[in-house]
């Protein structure tokens, strides 16, 4: 037990996609979302930094880059299926605390069970550093939903993730890292020319419309 396990499964996260079993033009590995995530946070907490609020960047960087290693046991949900039924949501959390922590007790040496316990746990919490993951999460999944829906994928459960996503982001709407990301990142993102434009971004225009945010996009 000296850490041999742990350091083999970041590559087997490599091989869990996301979104399994539907068609996609770009696939996107477990691993690669957490380093987005990871990157997305840092900019969103430079972003909170620079507005005056203190970041905790080792608790964010640590939130961003393990939060979600615990895919390794169970495997990637889709996100329409995760959040569907609260029942379901709190028995995979539970499923995955479980095998979490056994994990940590059978794996990692016992000097660092209490720092691993630590970084494994769930990061999206009611820290200014856990809400930043919960909004570069989501922002990392309107993106991949985008891109799907950019190339022309005939899947609507990809505008469905793009509008869950996207309400989930503006769930966050106080934070100074949202509000730039609603006046500065969104509309470049809806700007180019793609399939389904119009309707994507009345789509977003309505979604904002819900939370009281008044936004153009150009054509």
């Known amino acids: 037990m000296g850490m041999h396990q742990y350091i083999k499964s970041l590559s087997d996260l490599e091989n869990i996609f996301r979104c399994p079993g539907k068609f996609k033009y770009q696939e996107h590995s477990v691993a690669a979302h957490s380093f987005k995530v990871t990157q997305i946070a840092q900019f969103l907490g430079t972003v909170e930094e620079h507005e005056g609020n203190e970041i905790d960047w080792r608790s964010l960087y640590e939130k961003a880059l393990n939060h979600d290693y615990t895919e390794l046991f169970i495997g990637d949900i889709k996100t329409p299926v995760k959040y569907a039924d609260p029942t379901l949501r709190a028995q995979l959390a539970k499923v995955e605390e479980s095998m979490t922590a056994q994990f940590i007790h059978t794996e990692i040496?016992?000097?660092?069970?209490?720092?691993?316990?630590?970084?494994?746990?769930?990061?999206?919490d009611d820290t200014l550093e856990g809400k930043i993951l919960s909004v570069a999460d989501k922002v990392d999944l309107l993106y991949e939903s985008f891109g799907e829906i950019q190339k022309g994928n005939p899947e609507s459960l990809f505008t469905e993730i793009f509008e869950e996503s996207l309400t989930t982001i503006l769930q966050f709407k106080e934070m100074a890292s949202v509000q730039y990301f609603l006046a500065n990142v969104l509309p470049e993102l809806l700007s180019g020319d793609f399939t389904n434009q119009e309707e994507l971004r009345e789509t977003s225009y309505r979604i904002l419309q819900n939370f009281d945010i008044k936004q153009t996009f150009r054509a």
């Open 109 to 124: 040496p016992e000097e660092f069970q209490e720092v691993y316990a630590g970084r494994l746990k769930e990061g999206k």
